[in-house]
């Protein structure tokens, strides 16, 4: 009786010891799904930072664009004054500020160009565009079009460039959208009559962009 009783006595006792040496295990098991938890969380304080500082707002960098109010006035040499164009019917700012202009109602000869500080093909061909409304002054209006970029990017980029024509924000890629494109960079030609031609691939260079003004706008463009 004494043995069975002892036998009795033992186990129960034996099953508290057991389960305590398990107790540990849920402690450990907690920290590990802590540990994982903080790590998602941490991804995702990440990704939202990220997104958060590439969203645009006002621009901390010295904007080097002048603006954009001779757009708004057509040349009274032009026989299409006031015409509308075919360039979709939207109304972007001036990066500079101070306005918006309308595209519908821009004249030509006009050049286009859309590009984004991001785009390498945009930031080897943006130079050759600066220089195209220099040689043209008077006689083409040129005009960059930011997109998908944020402010500060742009204004870095096209200062340490010399970028200095006026220049369009477009934060949300509405204009690229309306031409159907669906990459950078995008240069939109404009004759005097309004007429649209669209080159959606990259410039090799001055010489190219210099005959592909020539031969859509009728600008001859000095060397």
């Known amino acids: 009786m004494t043995d069975a009783g002892e036998r009795t006595a033992v186990r129960p006792g034996a099953r508290r010891l057991a389960g305590a040496l398990r107790m540990p295990r849920f402690p450990l098991l907690t920290v590990s799904m802590v540990l994982s938890l903080a790590v998602v969380t941490g991804l995702s304080a990440c990704t939202a930072a990220a997104r958060t500082g590439d969203a645009p707002g006002p621009a901390k960098a010295a904007v080097p664009f002048v603006d954009c109010d001779r757009l708004a006035a057509p040349a009274s040499s032009h026989p299409a004054v006031g015409a509308r164009t075919e360039l979709p019917a939207l109304s972007?700012?001036?990066?500079?500020?101070?306005?918006?202009?309308?595209?519908?109602?821009?004249?030509?000869p006009a050049v286009l160009n859309l590009?984004?500080?991001?785009?390498?093909?945009?930031?080897?061909?943006?130079?050759?565009?600066?220089?195209?409304?220099?040689?043209?002054?008077?006689?083409?209006?040129?005009v960059?079009?930011?997109?998908?970029?944020?402010?500060?990017?742009?204004?870095?980029?096209?200062?340490?460039?010399?970028?200095?024509?006026?220049t369009l924000y477009d934060p949300e890629q509405r204009l690229m959208s309306a031409l159907g494109r669906a990459?950078?960079?995008?240069t939109v030609l404009l004759d005097e009559r309004g007429t649209a031609y669209?080159?959606?691939l990259p410039l090799s260079g001055t010489t190219e962009l210099n005959r592909l003004v020539e031969a859509r706008t009728g600008v001859v463009v000095t060397r």
């Not at 972007?92 to 030509?108: E, N, S, W």
């Open 92 to 108: 972007l700012p001036c990066f500079a500020g101070g306005r918006t202009v309308d595209l519908a109602t821009l004249h030509g």
């Open 115 to 142: 590009w984004a500080s991001w785009c390498g093909p945009c930031r080897a061909e943006l130079p050759a565009m600066q220089r195209l409304a220099d040689r043209t002054t008077g006689r083409l209006t040129v």
């Open 144 to 166: 960059g079009v930011d997109t998908g970029d944020g402010r500060d990017a742009a204004a870095s980029f096209a200062a340490d460039q010399g970028i200095s024509m006026p």
């Open 183 to 186: 990459a950078l960079p995008v």
């Open 198 to 200: 669209v080159h959606a």
